[in-house]
């Protein structure tokens, strides 16, 4: 079966930085699609950004500028670089990948920033 586990989270003050990582493993055949979601308390889960299979990324408009996605296709891994961060950053974000038409996610990972 296939499985997203990632890690990286915490606690950070504002204006700090954190790196999660993810790395999908079973059996994957072809990645259409890696990125990260995330979702706060008492709000709907939002896409914070995507890399397709040709390297194209893309994000929501309030992180660009200051998260970077990136991907290591050797490991089937993913990784997403979050600098200045901000409290309204706060949330469980979610590891996804699209692959053979189907979604996989994540176990969540935490990440809380302080004012």
């Known amino acids: 079966q296939v499985q997203l586990v990632e890690s990286g989270g915490g606690l950070v003050q504002a204006g700090g930085s954190l790196r999660l990582s993810c790395a999908a493993s079973?059996?994957?055949?072809?990645?259409?699609?890696m990125g990260w979601f995330r979702q706060a308390p008492g709000k709907q889960r939002e896409l914070v950004t995507i890399?397709?299979?040709?390297?194209?990324?893309n994000y929501r408009d309030s992180v660009k500028g200051r998260f970077t996605i990136s991907r290591d296709n050797a490991t089937n891994t993913v990784y997403l670089l979050m600098n200045s961060l901000k409290p309204e950053d706060t949330a469980v974000y979610y590891c996804?990948?699209?692959?053979?038409?189907?979604?996989?996610w994540g176990q969540g990972t935490q990440v809380t920033v302080s004012s």
């Open positions: 996804y990948m699209n692959s053979a038409h189907q979604n996989y």
């Open positions: 890399i397709t299979s040709g390297g194209t990324t």
């Open positions: 079973g059996s994957i055949f072809s990645i259409n699609y």
